[in-house]
């Protein structure tokens, strides 16, 4: 039997994917870990309490606040990285971080912000010093970013985007509801199966229908930052 030839691009196509996987893993140093974004006030104020509120909390912000805001500007941050175009970097990352809706938010998206493209400087990726010295650069930035040069399509770094939010997500609810690992592995299974249609509706919303405002969301986060006792920074 004759051994099975492979061609140059699948070997750029499996570099892709591992790089992808370097970059939404969970031992990312970007403090991923340290934020709940607001889910432990929900906790503590008794919104989720169990597996069923958890998947309904993550799937809804999945399926509308990520769909109508974070996934089109990432689209469009991954596009302007693609040519080089500064200026479209620039204003995509404004207008993400102004809509974020708390302080504590806009703390988190700067913090992970800051430390991915830290991290993207030590290994020596083009342009990552330059953001530096940007005090409110927003993770979807450094993230599209390192896709853009990475060479990672446009809807794998979408799809990998998203599953990474979830996945922390998850993470943080099985420690505060508490939940078992197999019920996080359950929601993060519906979550898997809803990632795609929210990439595809993401990428086709037009720049003036993006935005949304997950009132629930703000709430959460901003009772958070005066909440006594936490666990997490957001």
């Given at each position: 039997?004759?051994?099975?030839?492979?061609?140059?691009?699948?070997?750029?196509?499996?570099?892709?994917?591992?790089?992808?996987?370097q970059l939404v893993s969970p031992g990312l140093p970007v403090g991923a870990y340290a934020y709940s974004r607001?889910?432990?006030?929900?906790?503590?104020?008794?919104?989720?309490?169990?597996?069923?509120?958890?998947?309904?909390?993550?799937?809804?912000?999945?399926?509308?606040?990520?769909?109508?805001?974070?996934?089109?500007?990432?689209?469009?941050?991954?596009?302007?990285?693609?040519?080089?175009?500064?200026?479209?970097?620039?204003?995509?990352?404004?207008?993400?971080f102004a809509s974020r809706e708390s302080a504590e938010i806009q703390a988190e998206e700067s913090h992970m912000?800051?430390?991915?493209?830290?991290?993207?400087?030590?290994?020596?990726?083009?342009?990552?010093?330059?953001?530096?010295?940007?005090?409110?650069?927003?993770?979807?930035?450094?993230?599209?970013?390192?896709?853009?040069?990475?060479?990672?399509?446009?809807?794998?770094?979408?799809?990998?985007?998203?599953?990474?939010?979830?996945?922390?997500?998850?993470?943080?609810?099985?420690?505060?509801?508490?939940?078992?690992?197999?019920?996080?592995?359950?929601?993060?299974?519906?979550?898997?199966?809803?990632?795609?249609?929210?990439?595809?509706?993401?990428?086709?919303?037009?720049?003036?229908?993006?935005?949304?405002?997950?009132?629930g969301l703000a709430c959460a986060s901003a009772l958070h930052e005066i909440q006594h006792t936490r666990l997490?920074?957001?």
């Amino acid at each position: 039997m004759s051994p099975t030839r492979y061609s140059e691009g699948d070997g750029e196509a499996a570099i892709s994917l591992l790089r992808l996987l370097q970059l939404v893993s969970p031992g990312l140093p970007v403090g991923a870990y340290a934020y709940s974004r607001g889910q432990e006030w929900a906790v503590h104020a008794g919104w989720l309490n169990n597996e069923a509120q958890v998947a309904d909390w993550v799937l809804g912000l999945l399926n509308h606040s990520l769909a109508y805001l974070d996934i089109p500007v990432l689209a469009r941050l991954h596009e302007a990285w693609a040519k080089g175009d500064q200026p479209s970097v620039r204003y995509w990352n404004a207008f993400l971080f102004a809509s974020r809706e708390s302080a504590e938010i806009q703390a988190e998206e700067s913090h992970m912000g800051r430390a991915l493209v830290r991290l993207l400087a030590d290994l020596d990726m083009e342009g990552a010093r330059d953001w530096m010295a940007y005090s409110c650069v927003t993770y979807a930035t450094a993230f599209s970013m390192a896709a853009a040069q990475w060479k990672i399509p446009l809807s794998q770094t979408c799809s990998g985007y998203a599953w990474a939010w979830a996945e922390s997500q998850v993470a943080a609810a099985v420690k505060l509801v508490p939940l078992g690992q197999t019920a996080g592995q359950r929601i993060l299974t519906r979550v898997v199966m809803a990632i795609p249609d929210a990439v595809n509706r993401g990428k086709n919303v037009c720049d003036n229908d993006i935005g949304y405002s997950s009132i629930g969301l703000a709430c959460a986060s901003a009772l958070h930052e005066i909440q006594h006792t936490r666990l997490f920074r957001s």
